[in-house]
Each structure stands twice: as C-alpha cells, then as structure tokens.
C-alpha cells in the first residue's frame, strides 16, 4: 500500500517538513491533501516489512482506508508504553479534523488495546503497562467516522521500564526495583494494602 510513498527523516527534509507545518490553520490537511509528508515511512502494513518507529515519526493516513503499522521493540521486562497520535501543526486534533484509531498489536497480531479519542481531541493514546520484551506494532487507522479519510499525524512511542524510578502515565508506581511484597509490584502496579511509595 505504501509503496510509493517516499522514506526520509524530518532531519533530511526540513523543508518538506516545514511546508507541511506552515499550513498555518489546517496543517495536517494541507500535507496530505497533495501528497508532499515526506514522513518515516518506508514499510508496508505488513508485519514482516513494517515502517520501524524513530521518534517523532511522521506518517500518513493516504489514500482513504490506509493502514500504517509501525513496528517498535521492548528491550527491558515490564516495560510501560504510551503510544499517542498527534498532528503535525496545531489544532487538528482538537477540531476533530484529525481523527485517528489506534491499536497496539503483539508478533501474534493480538490487539493488546485500541482506542479512538483519548488523545488531544479526536487522537488517541494508549498506555499498556508491562509488556514483555518482544517486537510490537502501532497501528493507525483513520476513524470510521472521520470527516477527513486522509491526514497526516504524528506518532510518539514512549518506554518506559519498571524499577528505574520513573513513574511513566502507564505505570501505578515505581520505586526503582522489580521486587514484589513493598508496595510496588515488579510491573509497578500498586500492591494492596499498601501505600505506594511514590
Ligand atoms: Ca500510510
Ligand atoms: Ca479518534
Ligand atoms: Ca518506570
Ligand atoms: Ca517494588
């Protein structure tokens, strides 16, 4: 499906990038309406030739009932993600012009989770604690009611371990250790009874 559609890095084409940006009022329509995101795609929605996240990954939903999958790797236990789709200029998630599905998909195509609109107005996110180490995939869609088939957007792939300190939107807790029994699971969900030390 993808084919065509041209690799490159926001790095290598910032001047693509900024006329896609430039649209002022309607940024993400102008890119995709004439084609020219010169995003990070260079994969198909095929699993064993997937577009591989880089951060601040562009894509495009083009043409109508396009599905782009992003492949992205967990290197650590327990490691919480947050997954979001967001626009390429301003405001085309909060006025809906923008309106992405997502899922997250294990190597077995199971759908770990989807959402519609939990993101910034009609763009979604989801968080998933505690994935196992193993290959995993973004999956972005178009909504079935979207008022627009095609768009440009942004995707942002967060990890996050569990027993490093840091207390990511996907995780209950973190005191900085995989032990169970001190309040803080191993997955860093809070444990019962407890108070959370963070
Ligand atoms: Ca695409
Ligand atoms: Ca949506
Ligand atoms: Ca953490
Ligand atoms: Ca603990």
């Known amino acids: 499906m993808n084919d065509t559609e041209e690799a490159g890095t926001l790095e290598a084409t910032g001047s693509d990038a900024e ?21 990070n795609e260079s ?3 095929d699993m064993d030739h997937a577009n591989l996240y880089v951060a601040a990954f562009v894509g495009e939903i083009y043409p109508a009932a396009d599905e782009d999958l992003i492949e992205f790797a967990v290197t650590e236990p327990a490691t919480a993600v947050v997954v979001q789709v967001m626009s390429l200029g301003e405001g085309a998630c909060e006025s809906g012009e ?6 997250i998909l294990d190597r077995d195509r199971t759908i ?12 979604s996110k989801l968080m998933l604690p505690a994935l196992c180490e193993g290959r995993y995939f973004a999956r972005v869609s178009a909504a ?12 942002n792939v967060d990890l996050d371990a569990c027993g490093n300190g840091r207390v990511s939107d996907a995780e209950e807790c973190d005191d900085g250790n995989t032990r169970d029994g001190d309040g803080c699971s191993g997955t860093c969900e809070v444990e019962d009874g407890s108070v959370p030390p963070y």
């Open 19 to 39: 006329r896609c940006e430039d649209g002022n009022a309607r940024s993400g329509d102008a890119c995709s309406t004439d084609g020219s995101v010169e995003g």
């Open 43 to 45: 994969g198909s929605d």
């Open 98 to 103: 923008l309106d992405s599905v997502l899922e």
């Open 112 to 123: 770990l989770g989807i959402d519609d609109d939990s993101g910034s107005g009609a763009c």
């Open 144 to 155: 079935v009611s979207a008022p627009r088939e095609t768009f440009a957007y942004r995707l």
